[in-house]
T-cell receptor, first 117, second 114 residues
Framework: GAVVSQHPSRVICKSGTSVKIECRSL??????MFWYRQFPKKSLMLMAT?????????EQGVEKDKFLINHASLTLSTLTVTSAHPEDSSFYIC?????????????FGEGSRLTVL | AQKVTQAQTEISVVEKEDVTLDCVYE???????LFWYKQPPSGELVFLIR??????QNEISGRYSWNFQKSTSSFNFTITASQVVDSAVYFC???????????FGKGTMLLVSP
């Protein structure tokens, strides 16, 4: 079956540093990937929609310069948290839609837990 | 605007009990898709089911069953004879298009004790 993989699964960094999270679709091409953020005991909130070869579409309230998204190929999207601060600590999850396909199922990565000290 | 409400924040049951997780949704679209995902403590989201708005047939998969009722905008999830391994957070989600973004409910944490 289709698999979406995220790396790293856990990252701890110092305040002020930048962290890059990768989201890969392993056996299908994904023209569109989605990045979600989940706070402890909270729901998943969509951050942005990543489109291959074009700029990401950010949800209202999400800082574009803070959360840089690059979707350079059909199998890879990256989320870079720039100048991370403790309030950026969260669980970040990506998902991808298969192209072409008719399962209607979005495939989710395993998630990346970011802790900023 | 779309909205998904999971009114039950946390449910605790004893093994072998049946449990129903409620999901109520709001949408102006006539075509939409409903999902249930399981999130175990490890964090990954596990797809359980997708249902489109034109298909109101209830579905059973092993110990899992889903009751979709458009009249009440509900898509409830029942686990029969619960097991400890069912302990997780369960999310109901809504999408207006295939391959599109999902609007998630806040999730229901299910704790199944031995």
């Amino acid at each position: 079956g289709a698999v979406v993989s995220q790396h790293p699964s856990r990252v701890i960094c110092k305040s002020g540093t930048s962290v890059k999270i990768e989201c890969r679709s392993l056996d299908f091409q994904a023209t569109t990937m989605f990045w979600y953020r989940q706070f402890p005991k909270k729901s998943l909130m969509l951050m942005a929609t990543s489109n291959e070869g074009s700029k990401a579409t950010y949800e209202q309230g999400v800082e574009k310069d803070k959360f840089l998204i690059n979707h350079a190929s059909l199998t890879l999207s990256t989320l870079t948290v720039t100048s991370a601060h403790p309030e950026d600590s969260s669980f970040y999850i990506c998902s991808a839609s298969r192209v072409p396909g008719n399962t209607g199922e979005l495939f989710f990565g395993e998630g990346s837990r970011l802790t900023v000290l | 605007a779309q909205k998904v409400t999971q009114a039950q924040t946390e449910i605790s049951v004893v093994e072998k009990e049946d449990v129903t997780l409620d999901c109520v949704y709001e949408t102006r679209d006539t075509t939409y898709y409903l999902f249930w995902y399981k999130q175990p403590p490890s964090g990954e989201l596990v797809f359980l089911i997708r249902r489109n708005s034109f298909d109101e047939q209830n579905e059973i998969s092993g110990r899992y069953s889903w009751n979709f009722q458009k009249s009440t905008s509900s898509f409830n999830f029942t686990i029969t004879a619960s097991q400890v391994v069912d302990s997780a957070v369960y999310f109901c989600a809504l999408s207006e298009r295939l391959y599109s973004t999902l609007t998630f409910g806040k999730g229901t944490m299910l704790l199944v004790s031995p």
